[in-house]
């Protein structure tokens, strides 16, 4: 059949649009709409690596950067025409806490510059680690909490995440495949602890660089050097241990033992120094500054207050289901994730609540920046990680994660 005139120009017109849609520098095209693709500004501390997709097209000459800080009123070129061979570069040299905007354009070589892409980072010291249980990986998450910089997989299902403050090095428990995984991230080795049954919380203590490790399924908590050696023999039998923190003043460390409904108290030498009756305790978090305990129960929906001298001295109630915990000593403050409510509540000292923030799905764990005070929680119900002030006010949410269930954050500052 033969087409009329009229529907033959039709068609040719709808061929050349959708080529022309098609061409990556058409402002029409619908995943480029014009600008370089995949432009990611990722903070780094004291930088910001900026990378895009190549372009496979001979019709430009390159790239230009432009860079403009909050402390600046226009965009100024970092940089000078870059080939099109180029899809990274390294903005270096900058203040932490500064956010810095950057644009990246295309550069032909009759009409100048043309398409125009643009991303946001303020860098910073801060190294946010995330445990996925759902894709089975460990993130490095950028300092201002925007994007994902690094990714390492092969895990069965990774539940939770401790960092050493002093050496950056992060410990992972691999829940299903009853193994710890300790990287140093500086050379990328992993050291693999075997052997346990279904590890869950953990923590490390900066001084002597020893994680000591829940054996949820094992009824057992652990000491493990760095190198992955056991410290004596394990705190054993200790049922449904869900949560561990450590009295930094000492090194000793707080148990939370779900199936024995208590908190323990043990020296390094795992001699017990305490014990006090808390109803299914889910995690458990100590004030350096005061040495008392505070721990969530999921299940009674409170969170209690424990002197040092192993004494319930303070029940908060009115949690829908709180899981993570955590203290910043130097505010004051006390982080709540509470699961089934959906929310992360801080309070003071004293149990009053400073705090609310809602509409963090499912919120399962807390770690604290020290230095800023800024709380990470992350939301397994929304696959989020999300960055909130001291002063409970929404900083950043960062989507796209599968199932994080973990979040510890290094500060830095060596």
């Known amino acids: 059949m033969r087409l009329s005139l009229s529907l033959l120009i039709v068609a040719v017109l709808a061929g050349c649009s959708h080529r022309e849609r098609d061409n990556p520098f058409d402002p029409r095209n619908p995943n480029t709409h014009g600008g370089p693709a995949g432009f990611l500004a990722l903070a780094d501390d004291g930088r910001v690596d900026l990378q895009w997709a190549p372009v496979f097209a001979t019709s430009f000459t390159g790239y230009r950067l432009y860079r403009q800080t909050d402390a600046e009123t226009s965009y100024r070129a970092i940089s000078g025409l870059l080939p099109p061979s180029v899809t990274h570069y390294s903005d270096v040299g900058l203040l932490p806490g500064l956010t810095h905007h950057y644009r990246l354009v295309y550069v032909f070589p009759n009409e100048g510059e043309r398409g125009t892409a643009e991303d946001l980072a303020t860098p910073g010291p801060v190294r946010p680690w995330v445990a996925d249980a759902g894709s089975g990986e460990v993130l490095r998450l950028t300092p201002d909490g925007r994007h994902v910089t690094a990714a390492r997989g092969g895990f069965s299902y990774p539940s939770a995440i401790a960092t050493d403050a002093a050496s950056g090095w992060v410990w992972n428990s691999d829940n299903a495949a009853g193994s710890v995984a300790i990287l140093n991230p500086w050379t990328g080795t992993v050291t693999t602890v075997t052997s346990l049954v279904g590890p869950s919380t953990l923590t490390v203590d900066p001084t002597d660089h020893r994680g000591w490790v829940c054996d949820e399924s094992g009824n057992k908590v652990y000491q493990f050097e760095s190198t992955g050696g056991p410290v004596g023999a394990p705190i054993d039998p200790i049922y449904t241990p869900l949560g561990v923190s450590l ?94 409510a959906n929310q992360v509540v801080l309070l003071d000292r004293a149990g009053n609540v400073q705090a609310r923030v809602l509409n963090v799905s499912q919120a399962r764990d807390v770690s604290i920046d020290p230095v800023s005070g800024d709380g990470w929680v992350v939301a397994p119900g929304s696959g989020e990680v999300v960055r909130i002030s001291s002063a409970g006010r929404l900083l950043q949410r960062l989507g796209g994660l599968s199932r994080p269930v973990g979040i510890a954050v290094d500060p830095g500052v060596r």
């Open 247 to 340: 009295d930094l003043n000492d090194g000793s460390a707080w148990i939370a033992e779900r199936g024995g409904n208590r908190l323990r108290h043990y020296a390094t030498s795992h001699t017990l120094l305490g014990s006090v009756t808390v109803d299914r305790p889910s995690r458990v978090a100590v004030d350096s500054l005061t040495r008392e305990a505070w721990a969530t129960s999921f299940e009674t929906r409170t969170v209690v207050r424990v002197s040092p001298a192993a004494v319930v001295d303070l029940t908060v109630p009115g949690f829908g289901g709180p899981v993570g915990i955590a203290v910043d000593s130097r505010r004051g403050l006390v982080w709540v994730a509470d699961a089934l």
